[in-house]
């Protein structure tokens, strides 16, 4: 730390002082950041990051049209849905229109743990049960249920919860089928009804696995015999993110029964969203009301349509999926060059790049950090180097993003240098 | 909805095909909100409403101020809480020196149901226990735990939640307190030890009882006295709303461990927090990290920050307090002309006005919109008046505000006119 000023060391030790003892700092000399545009954030140390970890900024950080959106909608109104407005109606609308027309109607929430614990809630009146299966090591969000059903946290399942099992390196549909399959066997030999299968549509905390094309399907087909539902979780893979589509799930030619979504639908600003089938929705509305304070307010509508303005006339998916390809083949000529990258996975621009030791990830991150990139890490052992660039990156962009880990991955193992 | 054009039925029709069913509108002629300013929404009809329901624009919709912090605050910098920046440090110092000293750390979240549900995390981790106690028609958020702890919405309490009684009428500090010690001895009973008392500090969804000054501490004492932790609830009555104070637990004079607040901490902007004891804090952070995407991210302590800076620039608390005063009396006034207003409750701005028959307050509520005044109801039998303008409200448009309830009432009861 001694390469930063006083305001600095001054900024951290107000920030310990009032913040709770729960919150962690990025990197072992953390980021002290003043502004962002784009692709890049921007340090007090006067240098620039690109960031390749945060998949919030969607169409880069600041995005003009979006900030003005924003901007337009709260000075004019900022109320909720239990008045009649055209925001959410909007966003519903075209929300809806980026899904297949069996997912027909949406609820708004501000967060992506927001959405999950509604589609829980949902999943267990429809269907009577109370049995989940999640990932070996997902990560749902931060509510008490929801802590309960994310195992990469540390923390021990919840009763009721269950773990089906993805292999980070062979991705074998039939195998995590046949897991899921266990896990509603261990369920009603517990006396429980199966409820859900809440899974990410490409697996980051597991380590970022996206599964081949059509992964899912048999896993799905499994929750439904058992009388259970399958919530795709999109708050990661979600609004362009794997690259084929705006959707992760679309990748699997499978349609969930509820879809949730959230961190890049407002490129910052907190909004979020749980999509369904009409018909499941009605059968919760039976028993439920649901009303969210913050949820599908006009300005965190304004947000969310300002994104898709920006997906479309950007034509945001499209370079995803190039830049994908373009960074994909250059994480690849990495790993030819560096013997401890042992794996390189991902779909779009959500890339997955495994380490041996495990513990290098850590060293290359922080490694990475000073060469001005910035990564974080996945998978149960946090053996993987995560990378999710906003998805307007550009060519040159992407080609630094390479050449800053090539160095990291040098500097953290001097051995493959 | 004959008054109303070709536009308003297209919304209603467009909401009703992309919205969940169950989502509801308020009013029997749901109200097409176009813009807002100060205590003024603008309908889609040409009409302007006085609003006395929502407590979320506290400095008043669309404050100039705070639409400029946020805009100031989006163009330059929307980042999360794992880098240092200098926002939610701002925050959490001036956030902080409006509490009591003992509570000294904050964790930033998006919602009041977000706090609420950390706060009963960290109860049941630092306590060891299940067991929780709220009053009888309480409301406490929107996921799946707390759902489980707002019997108000008509759903079940889930297990380990006991309910407490608050008599809208007696308002009995020691009534209460035994049935807080009624509630232990029930949970001890069933084998489940006590985490927590989570209470409004104004008795808002239990018909807008704020109970005498002091009326909380032998009911905090009991639970205590059990090995819990109290939490006051204060994302309604929380940043001024209650008069005498920033925060509901004031009047009461207790310290709670855990307070959390929400709605109308950044005046419309998806914020919220959860500030606690930091011994409480540093026990739970043992087991548990939380992370929170969208929660203290910078933009949305802007939009906090600038509301900090109203209620002291405008001195709205001293207005509140004053205001609440003319509108109290003038609800009294109220009360002796009008037979079926059976009781006048309240402090600060936030006043229940119970009236006979219940089914009444329905027809109060459409009646007064139709005059031009927003209100809605509140208690277990839906037979409360809930008035609730933003604290910036003047002399005259209290007036207004009286003046169309006396309409209303009159309308809705014309024995009374």
Known sequence: MESQGEEYRDALARRQRVLAPTYRLFYDEPLYVKKAEGVWLHGADGRRYLDAYNNVPVVGHCHPHVVECIVRQAAVLNTHTRYLTDAPIELGERLLATLPREINCVTFTCSGSEAN????????????????????????????????????????????VFKARIDPVRNDATAFALQVEAAIGQMRAAGIRPAALLVDTIFGSDGVVPGPAGFLQPAVAAIRAAGGLFVADEVQPGFGRTGEGIWGFQRHGVVPD???????????????????R???MENFARSTRYFNTFGGNTVACAAALAVLDVLERERVLANALAMGERLQRGISQLAARHACVSSVRGAGLFIGMQLQPPQLAARVVNAAKREGVLVGTAGGANDTIKIRPPLVIGADEVDLLVSGLDRALAAASPRDG
């Open 258 to 276: 509820l879809v949730s979504m959230g961190k890049p639908m407002g490129n910052g600003h907190p909004v979020a969203a749980l999509c369904a």
């Open 117 to 160: 614990d509604l589609a829980m809630r949902v999943c267990k009146s429809v269907t009577g049960g109370q049995g989940a299966i999640v990932t070996e090591f997902a990560y749902h969000g931060t509510t008490e249920t929801l802590a309960g059903m994310s195992p990469v946290t540390g923390q021990a399942t919840a009763h009721g």
């Open 278 to 280: 009409r018909e499941v």
